[in-house]
């Protein structure tokens, strides 16, 4: 599921599910606290690894119940990753974000009646892809960063681990 379709798989480094039912634990043991925190009630959870995989996976799960495979989709993807001046960035959005979305491309052709319509936009989703590639290229990741926040679209900057070494939240 990882990687370019057009290359070998990405296989994640490490165990996967090790990795993911490592993550559960500390993502369990943060609800619970927040909820005394919020309602003054004990809590308790159960993590059960077999829960955790299947979550990791479950579209393709669900896919494969359903007679689809699952495949890698690379520059098709729904929300691609998409290279920017420094790395890359997540272009995540949904329907909803696309006023949003001509604003921060700020190109007259979206305003054109093509992109009036949620199937209007899939049909000629190559054409604002497109321009949002060449938007990013210009861009940095905290730049793209920023837009986003600041126009509510749930995009993210795909950072790596020299990046997250200077982020402030971390360097606390």
Known sequence: MFGDPDREPLVPVGNLG???IGYAAPAAIISIWAKMVRFSEPESANIDGRNVLSWVNWKSMVAGQLGITMKRQG???AWPLVECKDGHVA???ND???NSI???LGDPFLESD???TSEGRLENRDHYIEIFRAWAKRRTKEEINTAFV???IPGAPAYTISDLFSDKLLRR
């Open 150 to 152: 600041e126009l509510a």
């Open 75 to 77: 520059r098709d993807a």
């Open 114 to 116: 093509v992109f009036e």
């Open 96 to 98: 909803r974000d696309w």
């Open 102 to 104: 001509v604003e921060l």
């Open 18 to 20: 090790a990795h993911s």
């Open 91 to 93: 272009f995540v959005h």
